[in-house]
């Protein structure tokens, strides 16, 4: 099928044609609306107007930025590996994807359940919304999707092809590359207002021990390819309620370094941690967030032994190489190097949010100018540490300590 740009008027016809949502509807009348808040893609809501519990939502790529325009070229192929990631997602944690429907690469659609009982995070934590499932869903999420994508669980044929099949995300790679490691720590015409005549700004691109360390985790993210990454796992792209959690938007997915998703997703509750410090100061939810975090990274670590206990063959491992005490001992310092550059990533994700092109509301949509100067002052420090000391990260409770 030739790819064509759809329309809340095109979209009806299209989706008719497509035999498993022609089933859902069934004879229904549908009515389409375009719901999508995010900046690169069209997001339409397809509903029965008979019975609008039965809900459809439908993504597509078009071949420049949304938010922008056509003036903005950007592949559509981007929704290639959104598919992709999806389908891997969905053969290895079925419960923590929206279940797909229908994914056309030339059309670059994905046809997905409709989430309507849950938010985007990011906006439930700016209400103070406590999650109490989120630590066991998300570190399953991690560990499988990490663990069964790498060396240490593929046989060597099965992981290059499948590193094959993403390695062309280049776009979206480039972005990353430009975004989080390198635009948002000098003077650029992408970054934001604040980042202009700001002294804590200057302070940032001057700092060479922060820079040195930024191209250390920049190059490991350019030619590490442990294991899929979601690419751009923050609280935006996460939706949940008290008992579920979806992970949405893996259109930045490549096989990368263990540690960048980890980090996106801490770098960003830190911030939302930051944010409630300085603006709504609850501490109940200031001391959730901290053990949370605490939670995520010690729960990631144990699911990911234990699925590593159950492999005895590997791309990495030959059965009878190894006696076991030593193979624990080569375990161990291998999940402390994850941990440590989970941190050194989320410093990154951190940092480039202050004076970077794109923000994060907790910090950017402070209304009090003085209490956002603080909040961004206060993100970068603890970023600036995460940055400079993740090679000394020893343990889950270091990182407490570099935050509060
Ligand atoms: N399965 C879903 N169910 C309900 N709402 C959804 C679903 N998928 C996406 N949305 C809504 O659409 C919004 C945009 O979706 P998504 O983040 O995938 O698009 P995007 O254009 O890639 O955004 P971004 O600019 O953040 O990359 C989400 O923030 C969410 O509000
Ligand atoms: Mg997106």
Request: charged fraction near 25%; include cysteine; proline fraction near 2%.
């Amino acid at each position: 099928m030739d790819y064509k740009i759809l329309n809340i008027t095109n979209i009806i016809s299209y989706i008719k044609n497509i035999k498993i949502i022609k089933d859902y509807f069934a004879e229904d009348s549908l009515h389409v609306n375009e719901i999508g808040d995010g900046n690169l893609n069209f997001v339409y809501i397809i509903k029965s107007e008979q019975n609008p519990q039965k809900a459809l939502i439908l993504k597509q790529a078009v071949p420049y930025l949304r938010c922008v325009g056509e003036e903005y070229p950007l592949s559509k192929e981007r929704m290639t590996f959104e598919i992709r990631a999806l389908l891997k997602y969905s053969e290895l944690t079925p419960d923590l994807v929206p279940f797909i429907y229908d994914a056309n690469e030339e059309m670059s659609t994905v046809v997905m359940q409709y989430l309507s009982k849950h938010i985007i995070m990011r906006k439930g934590m700016i209400n103070g919304i406590v999650y109490p499932k989120f630590d066991e869903h998300i570190s399953t999420f991690l560990a499988q999707n990490l663990f069964k994508t790498s060396s240490l669980f593929l046989d060597s044929t099965c992981k290059r092809q499948f590193v094959d099949s993403f390695n062309k995300n280049v776009e979206l790679c480039k972005l990353s590359e430009d975004f989080v490691f390198s635009f948002a720590f000098m003077e650029h015409d992408t970054n934001g207002e604040n980042a202009r005549n700001n002294e804590t700004a200057k302070k940032l691109f001057a700092d060479m021990e922060f820079k040195k360390n930024v191209l250390k985790l920049k190059y490991k993210f350019m030619t590490q390819s442990d294991a899929l990454l979601h690419g751009d796992l923050h609280t935006g792209s996460i939706m949940l309620n008290q008992n579920e959690t979806f992970v949405i938007d893996p259109e930045f997915s490549f096989v990368g370094p263990f540690g960048f998703d980890i980090g996106a997703l801490i770098g960003n509750l830190v911030m939302s941690y930051v944010s409630h410090l300085h603006v709504s100061k609850n501490e109940q939810y200031q001391k959730w967030i901290l053990k949370l975090i605490e939670e995520i990274l010690t729960k990631f670590e144990q699911k990911f032994l234990s699925l590593w206990a159950e492999v005895d063959e590997s791309a990495l491992h030959v059965k009878g190489f190894i006696d076991s005490k030593s193979l624990d001992e080569f375990k161990k310092e291998f999940m402390k190097n994850i941990l440590r550059d989970s941190v050194g990533y989320a410093g990154c994700k951190m940092a480039r949010r202050m004076f970077g092109m794109a923000g994060v509301e907790d910090i950017r949509a402070i209304e009090d100018k003085n209490k956002k100067n603080i909040a961004e002052a206060h993100v970068l420090e603890i970023a600036k540490k995460f940055v400079k000391n993740y090679e000394q990260v020893e343990s889950v409770k270091d990182i407490r300590e570099m935050i509060i």
